[in-house]
T-cell receptor, first 110, second 119 residues
Framework: QKEVEQDPGPLSVPEGAIVSLNCTYSNSAFQYFMWYRQYSRKGPELLMYTYSSGNKEDGRFTAQVDKSSKYISLFIRDSQPSDSATYLCAMSRNFNKFYFGSGTKLNVKP | GAVVSQHPSRVICKSGTSVKIECRSLDFQATTMFWYRQFPKQSLMLMATSNEGSKATYEQGVEKDKFLINHASLTLSTLTVTSAHPEDSSFYIC???????????????FGPGTRLTVT
């Protein structure tokens, strides 16, 4: 079983839609949860970071962590074509090692 | 935000040759850098953690004699793929953690990646 599972997509939505991206994990020791955005042939860039359970909002992005279900989500409101990218979840126990999901490819159609 | 560069961005080499990839933190010091490998449609897999001035820590299953890592300064780490074979073809990405103490310490800043193709 992989440490982190993520649906690879692709996920195609119309502009303005609400996007929901999700990851599940198996290791209950993970405490830090991140979402990265990766454009084609580029390195990942950090979008959101959450510690333990709870919600965090930053503009159009909301990250949710449910540790009891070992499930994390990223919501994108009012999605834009510029949001089209691959979104990677990542998690860590103590920052010494990050475990990444395989990424979900998102396409927002104008 | 902090910038990490990688060089080269793309390299094609013949089987049996060695290739060196550089990772530089341009505007911050990084005592710790990480090397990842990413196969198409797969997640980033940590290969090794590179610490300035000491030996790198390799993940299980990664051959340290094949993937040589040197972190000689606070802004530069290199990964050398020795005796490369076609199965080593992949996207290699480095990241660096800003350890200056006045930034969000959990963030790893990623380089743009190096596409290695071994023929």
């Amino acid at each position: 079983q992989k440490e982190v599972e993520q649906d690879p997509g692709p996920l195609s939505v119309p502009e303005g839609a609400i996007v929901s991206l999700n990851c599940t994990y198996s290791n209950s020791a993970f405490q830090y949860f991140m979402w990265y955005r990766q454009y084609s042939r580029k390195g990942p860039e950090l979008l959101m970071y959450t510690y333990s359970s709870g919600n965090k909002e930053d503009g159009r992005f909301t990250a949710q962590v449910d540790k009891s279900s070992k499930y994390i989500s990223l919501f994108i409101r009012d999605s834009q074509p510029s949001d089209s990218a691959t979104y990677l979840c990542a998690m860590s126990r103590n920052f010494n090692k990050f475990y990444f999901g395989s990424g979900t490819k998102l396409n927002v159609k104008p | 935000g902090a910038v990490v560069s990688q060089h080269p961005s793309r390299v094609i080499c013949k089987s049996g040759t060695s290739v060196k990839i550089e990772c530089r933190s341009l505007d911050f010091q990084a005592t710790t850098m990480f090397w990842y490998r990413q196969f198409p449609k797969q997640s980033l897999m940590l290969m090794a953690t590179s610490n300035e001035g000491s030996k790198a820590t390799y993940e299980q299953g990664v051959e340290k004699d094949k993937f040589l890592i040197n972190h000689a300064s606070l802004t530069l780490s290199t990964l050398t793929v020795t005796s490369a074979h076609p199965e080593d073809s992949s996207f290699y990405i480095c990241s660096a953690r800003d350890t200056s103490g006045d930034r969000f310490t959990t963030e790893q800043y990623f380089g743009p990646g190096t596409r290695l193709t071994v023929t």
